[in-house]
C-alpha cells in the first residue's frame, strides 16, 4: 500500500514538467493581444460609396486587386496623415522592388466622417499622400455600412464650440483579388514590416 501511494506519488511528481509547460503555453496564448478585428476572416462584403472624383465606386471595382484599405478623417490631426503617409511610402518602396505587384495594390482611403468629407474635399487631400490613393465617401448609412462589415470602428467626440473630432479604428486592411479579407497591420506598423508583408501576400 506504501509503496504503490509512492509509486503514485512518484508518477505524479514526474508530471508537473510537461503540465507546467502546458499551462505557460496556454498563459501565454491568453496574454497575448487579440486581432484589432477578432472576426477578421469574415470581413469585408459589398459597398458603394463615391470616390473623390464623383464616381461611383463598389466593391466590385476592386477585385482583380488588392486594396489596402485604410478607414480616417480628413480632420484628423495626427494618426490619419501619418498612416496615409506610410501607406504611400510603402508603396513607392514596393513598387521599386517588385512594380508587377505594387501595380495590383489600390490604396484606399475610407472617411468615416461623410458629414465633412465631401468629394471635393476628399480630392486634394488624397492626391497630397500619393497619386494612387482613392479616396471614398458616401452617406453616412453608406459608410456605417462600410465600415461595419470591414471592421472599422468610429464615433463623433465633441471639442467645444460645435466642433468634433472622430474617434476612430488606426488599423490597415489588406483585402485579396476575390475580396476576401487577406490580413490587417495595426497602426504602428513599421515601412518595412509593411512592404515585406505586401511583397509576401501580394501575388504579380
Ligand atoms: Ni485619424
Not at 82 to 95: F, H
Not at 103 to 131: G, K, M, N, Q, W
Request: proline share 8%; net charge negative; aromatic share 8%.
Amino acid at each position: 500500500m506504501a509503496r504503490r501511494e509512492t509509486g503514485a506519488v512518484r508518477r505524479r511528481a514526474g508530471r508537473p514538467s510537461s503540465v507546467a509547460i502546458l499551462l505557460v503555453v496556454a498563459a501565454l496564448a491568453w496574454l497575448s493581444p487579440a486581432p484589432v478585428a477578432a472576426d477578421a476572416p469574415t470581413l469585408g462584403g459589398p459597398f458603394e460609396l463615391v470616390d473623390q472624383n464623383g464616381v461611383r465606386r463598389t466593391d466590385a471595382d476592386f477585385h482583380g486587386f488588392y486594396p489596402l484599405i485604410y478607414f480616417g478623417f480628413t480632420h484628423c490631426p495626427d494618426l490619419c496623415p501619418t498612416t496615409l503617409s506610410l501607406m504611400g511610402r510603402a508603396l513607392d518602396a514596393l513598387e521599386a522592388r517588385a512594380p508587377g505587384k505594387a501595380a495590383r495594390v489600390v490604396p484606399v482611403f475610407i472617411t468615416v466622417d461623410p458629414e465633412r468629407d465631401t468629394v471635393e474635399l476628399l480630392h486634394d487631400y488624397v492626391a497630397s499622400f500619393h497619386p494612387r490613393l482613392v479616396g471614398l465617401t458616401g452617406t453616412p448609412a453608406q459608410v456605417e455600412h462600410v465600415a461595419k462589415n470591414y471592421g472599422a470602428f468610429y464615433a463623433p467626440v465633441p471639442i467645444g464650440g460645435g466642433d468634433y473630432m472622430m474617434d476612430h479604428s488606426g488599423f490597415i486592411l489588406l483585402m485579396g483579388p476575390d475580396g476576401d479579407y487577406v490580413t490587417h497591420f495595426e497602426s504602428d506598423v513599421t515601412q518595412d514590416e509593411l512592404v515585406e508583408a505586401l511583397a509576401q501576400h501580394v501575388a504579380e
